[in-house]
């Protein structure tokens, strides 16, 4: 998003807010940012991943048990760089070393940064996960997109080797929901349902929601619509955005109004409720049925009528889709500034600040015919 704009032309205490804020408002876009990728609905924090590792490193092998050293490593294979055959300064614990044992097609991967550099070691690794690595060792940082990184790790979701499979989930869980839509895996429909019926795999389950939510099956609404129905008696927020994705894939622009209705016109609901429910529409409007921004954008008005404070968490949305009909309520928040914190503030100066304010519509939102 292009963010280097002029300042419309000054005029009242609405272009003094606005020329207050203009060194600040670029850093807003990157504070307070609604959700274009699939990782805020199915990761509860970002993590670099061995594939990353692997991909950063210079140096790549895989290594055993040295023989004649115990609790010490030997390189068994270089599949990315050049080793130096110098000693690895990293300990074997006896757990790895007696996996190592009792399984011989088993290899720890070690990485080094450059030549002479710390080693880190990423784990055990079966023959079909080093059969993995030893083709990342080709790709280089950016080569692949997440989507592209996603497709290729797919197949491997439900692999046998739990080790590969969670990588394989944290590469899918990071791609963009565009993706995911589209995205054909070896999941079944039974594994989906074990997954995020299994409480101990919680911070798994915002992936498999989303591949639930691709289903028409009237019992899979049935289940999606039952959990939100809980989520909203007991104000729940775990898996609520992915859920609330769901139901949207599944039911369209009615999911968008019951949704709203649920939440942004009902008191009592908290920020964090209010927050994952933008952060679903959001999904979906950016990155997934973008033919319901229409009803999205009702939605986000009954929003900033009701709770003006989360007025920034939908100005970047409506920045992006060139809607302006929402200009003269957004003017109205900033200017009382009730309930705004200063990340908040900025984006929908911003926002205002692409208007008609200085009679000019060029490179700004859409023009008062366009209003939407």
């Known amino acids: 998003m292009d963010i280097s704009f002029a300042l419309v032309a000054a005029r009242g205490p ?17 504070v ?28 790549a092998v895989f290594a055993g048990e040295n023989p004649v050293k115990p609790f010490s490593y ?3 294979e270089t599949f990315k760089g050049h080793y130096d055959g110098s000693a690895i300064p990293l300990f074997l614990d006896s757990m790895t070393g007696r996996a190592l044992r009792l399984n011989p097609t088993l290899r720890v ?15 055990l690794a079966g023959s079909e996960y080093q059969g993995v690595m030893r083709q990342l060792a080709d790709w280089y940082a950016d080569s692949k997109t997440p989507a592209e990184r ?7 979701l439900r692999h046998e080797d739990r080790r590969l499979a969670e990588l394989a989930f944290l590469e899918v869980g990071r791609a963009p929901y565009a993706t995911l839509r589209n995205l054909k895996t070896n999941v079944g429909r039974d594994d989906i349902y074990r997954i995020v019926n299994d409480f101990f795999h919680v911070e798994w389950h915002g992936l498999y929601i989303l591949m639930l939510g691709t289903s028409d099956r009237p019992d899979d ?51 964090g409720e209010l927050l994952e429910i933008v952060k ?24 900033l009528a009701v709770h003006p404070e989360l007025a920034g968490y939908v100005a970047n949305d409506l920045f992006a889709w060139k ?40 490179g700004g939102l859409a023009p008062p015919d366009d209003l939407r």
């Open 150 to 156: 996603a497709i290729f790790f797919a197949p491997y």
């Open 323 to 362: 809607v302006t009909r929402f200009v003269p309520r957004l003017r109205e928040i900033l200017n009382t500034g009730i309930g705004l914190d200063e990340a908040s503030r900025f984006a929908v100066a911003a926002y205002l600040s692409r208007s008609d304010e200085g009679g000019s519509s060029k």
């Open 32 to 59: 307070v940012q609604t959700p274009a990728h699939a990782c805020v609905l199915c990761l509860p924090y970002p993590q670099e991943t061995n594939a990353d590792q692997v991909i950063g490193s210079g140096t």
């Open 109 to 123: 991967i070690l990485v080094q940064n450059h030549p002479g550099g710390i080693w880190t070691g990423l784990g």
């Open 74 to 76: 030997v390189v068994q």
């Open 14 to 30: 609405m272009s003094a807010i606005l020329a207050r804020l203009m060194p600040m408002i670029a850093a807003a876009f990157l």
């Open 280 to 303: 679903a529409l959001s999904v979906q409007g950016t990155g997934g049925a973008v033919e319901l921004q229409p009803s999205i954008i009702d939605a986000y008005g009954r929003l």
């Open 221 to 271: 609404v049935a289940f999606v619509r039952a959990k939100l129905k809980t989520a909203a008696k007991y104000r729940l927020t775990t898996n609520l955005a992915a859920y609330a994705t769901a139901l949207i894939e599944m039911t369209g622009a009615d999911g968008v109004t019951r949704l709203a209705e649920e939440y942004f016109v009902k008191s009592g609901r908290s920020n």
